[in-house]
């Protein structure tokens, strides 16, 4: 309240400022005019003093006082020309217009168009969000231009289609990734993608268009993960906990030990009474073994991959053999000794390794 009465304020200053100027000029003038009146008046009285008392004959005054008659009844009409009076009208309505109609003008055009409710929201927050969003907008928006113009343009069907999904639009995802996968032909993902997309639009049900399509992408490749994990979801919700458990725990079983997707199928199995997720096994100390020496004997054949040869002295290192990383590094050095910049690479491990000795 106390905002808005500083704004009412504000508003009769800048209104005050405007009209005063104008209060000025009006008084101004009538008082000029005014003065121009009592001026010829008392030429008149002074006409016929100097007429009675001798200093000016009869002729004389007369003729003086038609003059000074003559420009007293020219004030006397300019002191009342409806020109003036039609100047002071308009003051009064102006004065009228800024200090009723404006304000309640303002007033009922802010009450249609503007929002007294709306909650305020910090600074910091709408220039963090609002960017985002409208340029996301605009993106989404141009994209959709160019596929309205070029419908058969796969690549841009493809990169729609999760955007889509962020915005939760899922029916434009599903046609988005049903368009990719036609235009660009089949893959595991893309049948993947648009599974996936059907689920979204389903609400989190696996439906069986969804199911179909993650059957066609384990089809193409057995162990896919995202279409693996979705085929027990659908186990699941068909009441066949078992078979949920055998897909997720494949899924465990064959993914690599720090895939992404780990945690959440883990998290699925406990959900379903399986808490003992099987861990991945870890590899023995003579598979670790025949991993290096498989290593050392493909490097044997062909020198040229450096990074392997890192890999190897490296392995060495942690196996213990000093002497085998030692025996590594000189023979990359070798191979390698016209590039200053591998060189210096491999004496950095070395040193990092503590294999100087």
């Given amino acids: 309240m106390t905002l808005w009465f500083v704004f009412a304020l504000m508003t009769g200053a800048a209104i005050l400022a405007v009209l005063l100027p104008l209060a000025r000029g009006r008084a101004a003038a009538i008082a000029g005019q005014g003065s121009d009146l009592a001026v010829y008046r008392d030429q008149l009285a002074e006409i016929d003093r ?31 020309d409806p020109v003036v009076s039609g100047a002071n009208a308009r003051r009064r ?19 249609w168009r503007g929002q007294p409710d ?16 409208n340029d996301l907008d605009a993106l989404v928006a141009r994209v959709e231009a160019h596929l309205a113009a070029n419908p058969e343009d796969g690549r841009g069907w493809e990169v729609v289609a999760p955007v889509y999904l962020r915005a939760g639009r899922p029916a434009d995802a599903v046609k988005a990734r049903a368009n990719a996968l036609r235009l660009l032909g089949p893959t595991a993902d893309r049948h993947a993608d648009l599974a996936e997309a059907l689920v979204s639009e389903a609400q989190g049900v696996v439906t069986a268009a969804a199911k179909a399509a993650f059957e066609q992408a384990v089809a193409s490749e057995a162990d896919h993960p995202k279409a693996r994990y979705f ?3 659908a186990a699941d919700q068909d009441g066949k906990r078992d078979d949920a458990r055998r897909i997720w725990e494949r899924i465990v079983e064959v993914g690599p030990p720090n895939a992404p997707w780990l945690p959440l199928i883990r998290s699925e199995l406990e959900r379903i009474g399986f808490a003992q997720a099987p ?44 002497d085998k990383a030692r025996q590594a590094a000189a023979d990359a050095r070798s191979r390698f000794s016209a590039d200053a910049d591998k060189v210096g690479q491999l004496d950095a491990l070395i040193r990092e390794l503590g294999l100087g000795g």
């Fill in 279 to 322: 861990a991945p096994a870890l590899p023995t100390a003579d598979a670790i073994r025949g991993m290096v020496d498989s290593l050392a004997a493909k490097l044997a054949s062909d020198g040229s991959d450096f990074d392997g040869w890192l890999r190897l002295v490296r392995s060495y290192a942690v196996l213990g053999d000093g």
């Fill in 50 to 80: 100097d007429r009675d008392s001798g200093f000016i004959g009869k002729t004389e005054a007369e003729a003086a006082r038609i003059e000074v008659s003559r420009r007293l009844i020219a004030a006397s009409e300019a002191h009342s």
């Fill in 231 to 233: 085929l027990g979801l």
């Fill in 93 to 111: 309505t102006a004065a009228i217009v800024a200090f009723l109609v404006v304000p309640g003008v303002a007033a009922a055009l802010y009450g």
């Fill in 118 to 133: 709306y909650a305020g929201q910090p600074l910091a927050a709408r220039t963090r969000e609002a960017p985002a969003r």
